[in-house]
């Protein structure tokens, strides 16, 4: 009988050595251990990030070839290789360099030649400032243990993302209504609303779309980036 409640003393002994061998150690890294979907929302954010800055300041948003007016009875065609974006024009000169310049300068915004371009310009750079907030605060959420802090911190940011979308993506449908603009009249012919004439759609619009459609998932990432959920949702279940 003594010797039972020795061995059951020393059990009990042995177990509080390894709970308080492991807590001091193991909890706070399981506290700070990265998520799998954290780690990949904070990626993909931060070269959205990336991809949208370097598509807004491209230069190359309607663009016109060169090689499109092959007459050689014009002459005066022969530099009429050009290229529209937010804030620059681009054009080839007699002597085949190509030049760029900002639409009236930096700080004479309102000189931008039409109001649906100033009006992207403002909401695609609202837009792209918005996600690189939020993708400061998700690079932040994972040096958070997880908690309600993480959790609040997730959602601001996913609410953030998802109005960064809809900015930017109002930026880009705002963009084509300036093609009616005399600038662009006098470079891509009949030009119209949606349509460019005798010019055609750059990489970097098309690189633009491609990062608003795709920070269309930054929002779901962000609900589920917390390393620890409250009642986390079986997979099979949604399905």
């Known amino acids: 009988m003594h010797s039972l409640l020795e061995r059951e003393k020393k059990a009990e002994e042995a177990g509080l050595g390894i709970d308080l061998g492991l807590s001091p150690g193991f909890l706070p890294h399981a506290a700070r251990m990265f998520s799998c979907v954290g780690c990949f929302w904070v990626l993909l954010s931060s070269a959205l990030v990336a991809v949208c800055s370097f598509s807004f300041i491209s230069p190359a948003w309607i663009v016109k070839d060169q090689l499109r007016s092959g ?14 974006g937010l804030l620059w024009h681009c054009s080839e000169s007699l002597d085949h ?41 998700a690079i932040i959420t994972i040096f958070l243990p997880s908690g309600g802090c993480e959790r609040r911190i997730c959602t601001l940011a ?38 460019a004439g005798e010019c055609q ?8 779309i491609v990062g608003v459609m795709l920070t269309l998932f930054l ?21």
């Open 219 to 239: 929002p779901f990432f962000a609900k589920y980036a917390p390393k620890e959920q409250l009642s986390p949702t079986p997979l099979p279940t949604l399905l």
């Open 97 to 137: 360099m190509y030049r760029c310049y900002t639409f009236g300068g930096l700080g004479k915004f309102a000189e931008i030649p039409s109001s649906s371009w100033q009006t992207s310009a403002v909401l695609c750079s609202g837009g792209c400032a918005l996600l690189a907030v939020s993708s400061l605060l």
């Open 71 to 84: 007459n050689s009875h014009s002459h005066s065609h022969n530099k009429d290789s050009v290229s529209f």
């Open 158 to 195: 996913g609410y953030m993302q998802m109005a960064a979308v809809f900015i930017m993506g109002s930026g880009l449908l705002v963009y084509p209504f300036g093609l009616n603009s005399t600038l662009v009249r006098s470079f891509c012919g009949d030009s119209d609303i949606y349509y």
């Open 201 to 208: 759609i750059g990489w970097g619009y098309m690189l633009a």
